[in-house]
């Protein structure tokens, strides 16, 4: 063999190796995306955790104070696939609302409504937390979805304040900035009005028309009239001293 064919031997077997290893790399990649597309789960096996806190605060006349004891529970409604698309759960799937759409704040609230009602009487799986002296009540390791927000209880400080309303978030929260998978919210505790003390009876004054206590009356005539015949006795032995 001469020494040209030996070059272009090599040169056709560095060749068909590069050829073989494109073609490799291609076909690995045509079979990631087959994976990732039949096996979303792989596609976010770096998910972040999603937490939930709720804030429970009083905020008046510019003083903050805390509301420790308010026990809550909350109700996963809706879960977020991989195309972040939001499909409603059991018990909830009869539920008249769609979280892939805009929702006004008054079709929230009677989403809330309603859906609370269904977890109520469902018996619907929770997830309970109480706040604390911060006024803290947390919840981590969250699937990604809907939750619906219901106070459940109130103890110490939180029970005089009404109970809050049902609420419906979104947990995580997808923003202009990004993705926020630590979501806090903050419900407003309101102070339940307080009861004006009634007034004691026994220390009223008397009013006109009031019934009169006759024996009194009966009591206080005989002492006057007995100092008037003991005025008049005196007298008349003054008179008969002086005569």
């Known amino acids: ?20 290893a494109l073609v490799a790399s291609v076909l690995s990649f045509a079979l990631a995306g087959l994976c990732l597309a039949a096996c979303p789960g792989v596609a976010h096996a770096d998910d972040e955790e999603a937490t939930l806190t709720l804030v429970v605060q009083h905020r008046e006349n510019g003083v903050t104070r805390n509301i420790s004891g ?21 018990p909830f799937t009869g539920a008249d609302v769609d979280f892939n759409g805009a ?20 018996d619907a799986a929770s997830i309970e937390a109480t706040s604390g002296n911060d006024g803290l009540a947390e919840f981590d390791a969250l699937s990604y979805g809907v939750y619906l927000v219901v106070q459940i209880d109130a103890s110490g400080v939180a029970e005089k304040y009404e109970t809050m309303p049902p609420f419906l978030i979104n947990v995580p929260q997808f923003t202009d900035d990004g993705v926020v998978y630590d979501v806090v919210a903050t419900p407003k505790p309101e102070l339940k009005p307080t009861t004006p003390s009634k007034p004691n009876p026994s220390k009223r004054n008397p009013q006109t028309g009031d019934s009169l206590d006759w024996n009194m009356v009966g009591a206080c005539a005989a002492i006057g009239l007995l100092a008037m015949v003991v005025a008049l006795y005196a007298a008349r032995k003054r008179r008969e001293r002086r005569e």
Do not use: H, P
Not at 70 to 90: M, P, T
Not at 105 to 111: D, I, K
């Open 1 to 20: 063999m001469s020494k040209m064919e030996s070059t272009w031997k090599q040169m056709s077997t560095r060749v068909s190796a590069i050829a073989a």
């Open 70 to 90: 308010a026990q809550f529970a909350i109700y996963q409604v809706a879960s977020l696939d991989y195309g972040n698309a939001y499909e409603l759960l059991d």
């Open 103 to 122: 929702l006004t704040a008054r079709q929230a609230t009677a989403a809330a409504q309603s859906i609370a009602r269904t977890a109520r009487t469902q």
